[in-house]
């Protein structure tokens, strides 16, 4: 029944299952690991702020402050104060880094990275393979998202360390009829995020990168125009 209900929803919006194909796509990221860096516009703001506020403070008496004084002695004295440590930032540029190693999550500590896959694409039906996102076509799938999961499964075995982002499709596009596209359908995007894990088992696919937003518009070119108003961050 819930099946049926979503078939005669999908007709009715436009899309129906039976004459059109529809493709759920996996925008897989992972998130900033570190804060990136100010920019110098920012910083320079930031520095003129607190100086401003800098004028207006407010000085604590001097008998406050002699007090605070005291209870860091004695604090000391009874072993509860604060330790100094000997503490090393880890750097923020990677080994991966380096090397441009796009299969490592350990590089882009700053950005997002998205996962691309080389194989065999809905886009390209003639057998080669081209890069494209986690992607299956819709089947009998209760909803988008399921089928979208479904992708993204079956590219890491299990969905253990991801998280997808709302049940709506974040964005879709219409692949027109070409020379290299026999019949054309409609590709909805899902977006998921890389949980508590530095390291997949990428299978079923001839090849994979991580991959920043700025080298993503590398790979299509084409549809660059697309990718920027989809990603905004």
Request: net charge positive.
């Amino acid at each position: 029944m819930h099946r049926s209900l979503v078939r005669l929803f999908m007709g009715a919006r436009g899309f129906s299952s039976t004459s059109e194909k529809i493709v759920a796509s996996v925008l897989f990221e992972r998130l900033p690991v570190v804060i990136p860096k100010l920019d110098p516009v920012v910083y320079a703001f930031q520095e003129f702020s607190f100086r401003w506020r800098q004028q207006y403070r407010r000085k604590y008496p001097d008998e406050f402050l002699d007090m605070s004084k005291s209870r860091q002695v004695i604090n000391l004295i009874q072993g509860k104060g604060d330790y100094q440590i000997d503490y090393v930032p880890a750097p923020r540029i990677t080994e991966a880094d380096k090397t441009n190693d796009r299969k490592s999550l350990q590089r882009a500590l700053d950005r997002r990275l998205y996962l691309l896959l080389y194989s065999d694409s809905n886009a390209a039906p003639s057998g080669k393979p081209v890069w494209h996102f986690p992607e299956k076509v819709y089947d009998s799938e209760e909803t988008l998202r399921k089928c979208a999961e479904s992708a993204l499964a079956s590219v890491l075995g299990d969905l253990s360390h991801t998280y997808f982002v709302g049940n709506a499709p974040m964005g879709h596009m219409v692949i027109q009829q070409m020379e290299n596209v026999p019949e054309p359908f409609k590709r909805f995007f899902f977006k998921s995020q890389v949980i508590d894990t530095n390291k997949f088992n990428i299978r079923k696919c001839e090849d994979f990168v991580w991959v920043t937003k700025d080298e993503l518009l590398e790979y299509f070119p084409e549809q660059a125009e697309f990718i920027k108003k989809m990603i905004i961050s």
